[in-house]
């Protein structure tokens, strides 16, 4: 019976696995031409990226879930001068900002943070998306450790925190810089940040 | 002159007829389907022979519904081919033409008024309007391509980790005012499918299926998608399989 039980369990994480094989892989390599700075290392991925790649969006192993979850969060570098928050005026570019890194945008330019797309900020933003929360009155939080901490891991590396979550890793993949990150920081936190505003 | 601008334009209107009832008046992509209606009768390349005989899938010729049964496997090449990648081979092979230079430049710029494969795809489309989306899946190389499509669906890569199943996964979603449709569905594969090649206002060309994808990518971060590549590919089989026979409604007018 055991035995059994074995087999449907393998058998079921075999069925899982089909994800995890090189096919997708192959045909993008074979499909994709490098072009201005965005090269076919891009379709490369790393742990995280492959252990997610299937219709659940989850690492079906609890065990190697939270063994990804806190190897991303052992790998959080935390602001090298102690300061979390910029300026909340340069967040709020930085989160209206769409572009960077794909071929169309010029790689000299510094790289966007997007919010918009997914998240709701400045009330008076209209045009904002719904894939993740509304982030408005985010700094009803406050601002102690504990917050900070939380925020800057987050906005660092999501998956420290939600394993496959679909909000880019923007400090671990170097999408935006470390002021980049504490302006972010202050958009959501400062008082007098039009998130906070209303 | 302003009269005579207007006559022309009703002229070109009620010159399609049949279908000026199903299509928005106002959609531009009926210029690029005139445009593709000729170039698919006009003699060209080295044998100086028009498309006429090109095989869709459905005979030497035969335009119509075509593209509703499309992408599909072709004998003679031994290959699943979405249009575009089957245009570009009668283009080689009935007229002698030289693939590369075919598929050099096969999407519009911006401010560019369109290419040859935007004006064919739009009127080969056309053909298909209000038909069943059915690509088939008898072969086992469609089998496969609906197979790889879907693990490609779901495939996160690149700097911002970032899938189709990313942003098109989920129902009642939407990117800053954009609403996503969920491709894992019926409603929203078909009605996202079955609208391309659509004329898209704010860049005043018709986007084909094949752009849709190299677009998709390029926003995911990821390199270059080439025109009738095995990944374009079986995208598409994914995205027209679970459209599971809904209507086709392209060409439609887009932001």
Not at chain 1, 108 to 124: E, K, S, T, V
Not at chain 2, 23 to 37: K, L, R, T, V, Y
């Amino acid at each position: 019976m055991h035995k059994l039980l074995l087999s449907m369990v393998v058998l079921c994480l075999a069925s899982l696995n089909v994800f995890a094989d090189d096919s997708a892989y192959n045909a993008l390599m074979n499909s994709m031409k490098a072009i201005n700075g965005v090269g076919l290392d891009r379709i490369e991925q790393d742990e995280m990226q492959a252990a997610c790649s299937n219709p659940q969006s989850m690492i079906a192993d609890p065990e190697e879930s939270e063994r990804l979850r806190q190897s991303a969060m052992a790998a959080v570098k935390k602001p090298s001068d102690g300061v979390y928050l910029g300026d909340w005026k340069r967040g709020k570019e930085i989160a209206a900002n769409g572009k960077g890194l794909q071929y169309s945008d010029d790689q000299n330019d510094p790289n966007g943070g997007n919010c918009y797309a997914c998240h709701q900020l400045d009330p008076d933003e209209v045009a904002y998306g719904t894939l993740g929360p509304s982030l408005t009155n985010y700094g009803m939080r406050g601002q102690s450790q504990a917050v900070l901490d939380y925020t800057w891991s987050k906005l660092w590396n999501a998956t420290a925190w939600v394993p496959c979550s679909h909000m880019p890793r923007f400090g671990h993949n170097g999408v935006l810089t470390e002021q980049q990150l504490k302006d972010i920081m202050a958009l959501l936190l400062d008082p007098e940040s039009p998130v906070n505003k209303h | 002159m302003k009269k005579l601008i207007a006559t022309i334009l009703v002229g070109s209107v009620l010159s399609v007829g049949v279908i000026a009832d199903d299509w928005d008046d106002d959609n531009p992509a009926i210029f690029f389907s005139e445009d593709g209606a000729d170039m698919w009768l006009e003699p060209q390349g080295p044998n100086e022979v028009s498309l006429e005989e090109c095989d869709l899938g459905l005979g030497a010729g035969v335009v119509e519904g075509a593209y509703a049964q499309l992408p599909r496997y072709f004998e003679d090449t031994g290959k699943v081919m979405d249009l575009e990648a089957r245009l570009v081979h009668c283009m080689v092979t009935l007229q002698g033409r030289d693939a590369d230079e075919i598929t050099a430049h096969p999407y519009s710029l911006s401010g560019e008024t369109g290419t040859e494969i935007e004006a064919l795809s739009t009127w080969i489309a056309e053909q298909s309007l209000d038909m069943p989306i059915q690509p088939p899946q008898d072969h086992d190389a469609e089998k496969a391509a609906y197979t790889l499509g879907e693990k490609l669906f779901y495939y996160r890569a690149g700097t911002h980790d970032f899938g189709c199943s990313t942003c098109h996964r989920q129902s009642n979603t939407r990117i800053r005012l954009q609403e996503l449709a969920n491709l894992t569905t019926a409603d929203g594969a078909g009605a996202a499918y079955g609208s391309y090649p659509a004329y898209r206002v704010t860049q005043g060309v018709v986007r084909s299926m094949g752009w849709r994808m190299r677009d998709c990518a390029r926003q995911q971060r990821l390199p270059e998608m080439q025109l009738g590549s095995e990944a374009s590919v079986a995208l598409q089989v994914y995205m027209a399989v679970n459209a599971d026979g809904a209507p086709m409604t392209a060409p439609t007018m887009k932001r």
